[in-house]
């Protein structure tokens, strides 16, 4: 193993530590998530840019996730459409409000908007029109980054707010500005992104307080298995039933 590689492991390890130190607030949104699931409702969660959609496809249908999750996977900055594409509609004014429309939000429900930059045109709309339909919001994001791109900049929703100054309660992934920390001698650009490494490990972490919480309430949480166990797919069977009519893309 390489000393680039080594170190790529440290600092990845130092940002997963930086988050810990968030557990407060990240308990405060799995508690939330637990409300919902109590009242049985759905969870919304929705990745507002190209790579922000991955975390999103984790809540989905994943062995050891949550079946209540409504994975707002919105075509126009999903990758697989053309990924420069997807950089021009999360910076198209009004985008993200139509994205919502597609999506059965209910006012008081709890809506989770990731995207570690956190200051695109679709990014600042969501968050933007979600507080005006009385949905509860919480964000995945880095003020780190965000706080570094000036309020001019042509990335940027024309209001210069960031993402982290809207939503009742903000999640910090500790994204570093320009993303990537990988270095290689001799060569300027660094290399290999911590985005989706540091949005993932947020969301896991609160799956896991959610499933603690609701325990403690006396509550099963509503967890897939994987279909490639023994047994998964008869133990999902349930869930199927359930959440297939209430979840768009599970189906």
């Known amino acids: 193993m390489g000393k680039e590689t080594v170190k790529f492991k440290k600092d990845i390890f130092g940002l997963f530590s930086k988050i810990e130190e968030d557990l407060p607030k990240i308990t405060k949104v799995a508690g939330w998530m637990a409300d919902a699931i109590e009242r049985d409702e759905l969870i919304h969660m929705i990745g507002t840019g190209g790579h922000s959609n991955l975390v999103v496809e984790e809540t989905l249908w994943r062995a050891g996730g949550l079946a209540p999750m409504d994975a707002m996977l919105d075509c126009g900055t999903n990758l697989m459409m053309g990924a420069k594409r997807s950089n021009i509609v999360e910076r198209t004014p009004g985008y993200g409000c139509s994205a919502l429309d597609m999506y059965d939000c209910k006012a008081g429900e709890l809506i989770i908007i990731c995207n570690a930059y956190g200051f695109n045109s679709m990014t600042i709309d969501v968050a933007l029109e979600a507080k005006k339909r009385g949905l509860k919001t919480a964000a995945i994001t880095s003020n780190a980054f965000c706080d570094n791109v000036p309020k001019g900049h042509h990335a940027r929703h024309s209001s210069g707010l960031n993402l ?58 509503p967890v897939w298995m994987s279909g490639n166990e023994v047994g998964g797919d008869e133990a999902n069977y349930a869930l199927e039933q359930k959440y297939f009519p209430r979840v768009k893309h599970l189906r």
Not at 174 to 180: I, K, L, R, T
Request: contains cysteine.
């Open 164 to 221: 982290y100054e809207i939503v009742d309660v903000y999640m910090d992934c500790h994204v570093p500005y320009a993303d990537a920390i990988g270095e290689i001698d001799g060569l300027d650009q660094k290399v290999a992104g911590t985005s989706v490494l540091c949005n993932s490990f947020v969301w896991n972490l609160l799956v896991i307080e959610t499933c603690r919480i609701l325990m403690e309430r006396g509550i099963k949480p």
